[in-house]
């Protein structure tokens, strides 16, 4: 049975990788054919592989996707910069805290995450309306902190519980602010937690089509997702160029996660050795 086991193993191991990388067999292959060989081949290699396709893109004259790419770009970094600092800091006070009020508060925030972002979208344009964000980047932005703080919150702080509390009582008794105390003692200790907060935070932001499309609006630009679907003609499409603009819309985030994968796995493994 054992033996069995062994050789089914790598055969699953195989498939599944397979049905993962299909998609992104598709999206590479079909950037690289002309539009009429996608619909008469879709499964077939680029023989020859051909750049039009990026260059149709990064040409328009519209310049669609490189004002979409600087929208995306300043609502994820400002999202994801915001979300870190306070998540990290609310867990923080939350955790420490020895009030009786933090616990049903934590409870309160954790419920945040079961509510789908299209159920309070309504209320939500309500509030940035009457704050005059509307139609901006600003108010993208903080929708996306008011959605997401529940998660960064619930990942530092269970991040936080494993910091030893000596350490902090004995930076306050030589003379440590608060302030000081947390940014030089707790935060530098963080490190992994943060990696997965950017990483999940910085995905989830960058691939959000609903917010942007809802609170951007076509009058303050729009974002690499809503892109691909305002690239998407009314009555034909030109497949290559789709293909196109996913895969650059997909590229930033790629090279993202590459550059954070080593923090990112030690978060995800913390705490499984003692």
């Known amino acids: 049975m054992r033996d069995r086991l062994e050789v089914l193993r790598p055969v699953g191991a195989i498939v599944l990788a397979a049905v993962f990388f299909f998609?992104?067999?598709?999206l590479i292959t079909g950037m690289l054919k002309p539009?009429?060989?996608?619909?008469?081949?879709?499964?077939g290699l680029p023989l020859p592989p051909t750049g039009a396709n990026l260059g149709a893109v990064l040409g328009r004259e519209d310049g669609l996707y490189w004002s979409a790419l600087l929208n995306s770009i300043q609502i994820t970094v400002f999202s994801v910069l915001l979300l870190t600092?306070?998540?990290a800091m609310l867990a923080h006070y939350l955790v420490r805290s020895k009030a009786r009020w933090t616990k049903p508060a934590m409870l309160m925030l954790l419920s945040g995450l079961m509510i789908?972002?299209?159920?309070?979208?309504?209320?939500?344009?309500q509030v940035l309306g009457f704050a005059g964000l509307m139609n901006s980047v600003a108010g993208v932005v903080c929708s996306n902190v008011g959605y997401y703080l529940p998660f960064g919150v619930f990942v530092f702080a269970g991040f936080i519980r494993t910091v030893p509390v000596e350490m902090e009582e004995a930076a306050s008794i030589d003379g440590a602010s608060r302030f000081r105390l947390f940014w030089q003692v707790v935060f530098p200790t963080l490190r992994p937690a943060a990696a997965s907060v950017l990483i999940f935070l910085g995905v989830w932001v960058w691939n959000d089509f609903l917010s942007p499309l809802i609170i951007l609006g076509p009058e303050a630009g729009t974002t690499v997702t809503v892109g691909v679907y305002r690239s998407v003609g009314e009555y034909s499409t030109n497949f290559g160029t789709l293909y196109a603009f996913s895969?650059?819309?997909?590229?930033?985030v790629l090279l993202f996660f590459v550059a954070l994968q080593k923090q990112f796995v030690a978060g995800l493994t913390a705490g499984a050795v003692k």
């Open 23 to 26: 998609p992104v067999y598709r």
């Open 35 to 43: 539009a009429g060989e996608i619909q008469s081949s879709p499964l």
């Open 85 to 87: 600092l306070l998540s």
């Open 116 to 125: 789908p972002p299209a159920v309070i979208l309504q209320p939500i344009t």
């Open 247 to 252: 895969f650059l819309a997909s590229l930033p």
